[in-house]
């Protein structure tokens, strides 16, 4: 609807599964994806591509979904994907995993640290906007962070 709304016309919009092993087909497509996964969640770890498992090991979603965009993105392709905090302060292997993956193998560009209440009433979890760039061979010298006190509105559940 809301490409509609912006006057794209023809949209491809595809309702499905990106996750699942029946799309590990999609690979190095784009140059630019925007994203707000569903986060907090699992998946049936059956039903997960193994090319993402072989970069994560993991059922989270909002893990997975970073993992995902590296592997649509082509190489010098960027992402801005919004994310629980969990991804940035986690302490798991595979929190640890992805940070390290987007530091060391691609070039993490900033971080907006957004605070707890910006998606409420859907959800109350502290989140940040990750900004990369898939580059397969690092590049990460520096790393801008924004820390953002509020959106101009209320952080309750009145919004």
Do not use: C
């Not at 629980?84 to 640890?96: R, W």
């Amino acid at each position: 609807m809301n490409l509609m709304l912006h006057g794209i016309e023809d949209p491809k919009i595809e309702a499905r599964d990106s996750l699942s092993e029946d799309h590990a087909g999609v690979t190095e497509s784009f140059t630019l994806v925007l994203a707000n996964p569903p986060f907090k969640g699992s998946v049936e770890k059956s039903t997960i591509a193994k090319d993402l498992t072989k970069i994560i090991s993991t059922t989270k979603t909002e893990l997975l979904f970073v993992a995902l965009l590296l592997r649509l993105l082509k190489i010098g392709g960027r992402a801005a994907v919004i994310v629980p905090d969990g991804v940035l302060f986690g302490s798991s292997t595979a929190h640890k995993k992805i940070r390290e993956i987007l530091v060391e193998q691609h070039k993490l560009d900033g971080v907006i640290s957004m605070p707890s209440g910006v998606f409420k009433p859907y959800a109350g979890v502290s989140t940040a906007v990750l900004m990369f760039t898939r580059t397969g061979v690092g590049g990460t010298d520096s790393v801008w962070f924004y820390d953002m006190d509020a959106d101009g509105l209320s952080l309750d559940d009145k919004r």
